[in-house]
């Protein structure tokens, strides 16, 4: 019964580092989709996947890469960690695409000092 | 301007009271309307979606508003376990980029 699973839950990361942000689905979904949440900013797309071989970038993707090598996960790379990248990370899955079948895991809090 | 804009508040009502919130969508072309709920320190899931012809559960009632582009949300006597951000999200049918409003932000106290 696991759905969405993100790890690592916690991580602090110096400012240069690089570091995966994994995210593995059980439930064959073919969307999948990496958010970062701020305070009054709201969820903000950085990349999805319509299946497995596609991505494409969201509104925020700079700093960021995606691969999707298989249905089961969507690693989120960040390259050179910035103070800037300090947010929640959410992973999600969506059955239909249109959006109300969308789910989250449980969030990964990322600080970069 | 954000495609999806919504009043963040905070509203702060009184248990049993009615509150009501707006959502507003630019892209007319928008096909399928939801709300979410986060409550703090988790992930949004799924509180109902929005149908042309409304729809009610429980305390809870979504109504759309095609021509003033907007949806709305009711919820009638407040619990304090209803105290959370409630989020708008718009589809935009044929594109896989459900866009998120901000989230209005629910306190109920006693």
């Known amino acids: 019964n696991a759905g969405v699973t993100q790890t690592p839950k916690f991580q602090v990361l110096k400012t240069g580092q690089s570091m995966t942000l994994q995210c593995a689905q059980d439930m064959n979904h073919e969307y999948m989709s990496w958010y970062r949440q701020d305070p009054g900013m709201g969820l903000r797309l950085i990349h999805y996947s319509v299946g497995a071989g596609i991505t494409d970038q969201g509104e925020v993707p700079n700093g960021y890469n995606v691969s999707r090598s298989t249905t089961e996960d969507f690693p989120l790379r960040l390259l050179s960690a910035a103070p800037s990248q300090t947010s929640v990370y959410f992973c999600?899955?969506?059955?239909?695409?249109?959006?109300?079948?969308?789910?989250f895991g449980e969030g990964s809090w990322l600080t970069v000092v | 301007r954000k495609e999806v804009e919504q009043d963040p508040g905070p509203f702060n009502v009184p248990e049993g009271a009615t509150v009501a919130f707006n959502c507003t969508y630019s892209n007319s072309a928008s096909q399928s309307f939801f709300w979410y709920r986060q409550d703090c320190r988790k992930e949004p899931k799924l509180l109902m979606s929005?149908?042309?012809s409304g729809n009610e559960d429980g305390r809870f009632t979504a109504q759309l508003n095609r021509a003033s582009q907007y949806i709305s949300l009711l919820i009638r006597d407040s619990k304090l376990s209803d105290s959370a951000t409630y989020l708008c999200v718009v589809g935009s049918g044929g594109s896989y980029i459900p866009t998120f409003g901000r989230g209005t932000s629910l306190i109920v106290h006693p």
């Open positions: 929005v149908y042309s």
């Open positions: 999600a899955t969506d059955k239909t695409g249109n959006g109300n079948t969308i789910y």
